[in-house]
């Protein structure tokens, strides 16, 4: 019998159909279920980080780097290109701090502001945990 509290922790597992010597094979492919996906992309909504203009982006990294860390080690055990999804919310909260924090990138389109996180990614590739595991923007 599964608890609760068991149940929450454990990953979710999807079906995956193999062909195999002409035979067809049903496996079980463990990945992190969208529920935790989606709670850490609330937890990033409610940090603002788009309104920590007055800090540096190297204080920003200093700031999140421990919890993208514990995110990379708990939810990559399995299927490390699931949390695909979640860095990209991370980029895109990045890109707004940029529009936000520099006045020539607010009245242009938030590619410009893409293209100069992008840019920063090429020049600093160890700032952000996540951009040395290869989920840069």
Avoid: C, D
């Avoid at 937890?43 to 919890?67: D, G, S, Y």
């Avoid at 514990?70 to 990559?76: A, D, K, L, P, T």
Wanted: aromatic content about 16%; charged content about 30%; proline content about 4%.
């Amino acid at each position: 019998m599964i608890f609760a509290e068991e149940q929450k922790t454990q990953p979710i597992t999807r079906l995956q159909v193999i062909k195999e010597r002409g035979k067809m094979r049903l496996v079980f492919t463990p990945a992190n279920s969208q529920k935790n996906i989606s709670r850490i992309r609330g937890e990033l909504f409610r940090m603002k980080i788009h309104r920590w203009v007055n800090f540096p982006l190297r204080k920003i990294a200093h700031l999140l780097n421990p919890r993208i860390r514990g995110w990379i080690n708990y939810y990559s055990r399995f299927r490390k290109s699931e949390l695909r999804k979640l860095f990209r919310v991370v980029n895109l909260r990045l890109t707004r701090w940029v529009r936000n924090k520099y006045r020539k990138f607010r009245r242009r389109h938030w590619y410009n502001a893409f293209k100069y996180l992008q840019g920063i990614t090429k020049s600093y590739p160890n700032l952000f945990e996540h951009w040395k595991y290869g989920f840069q923007p």
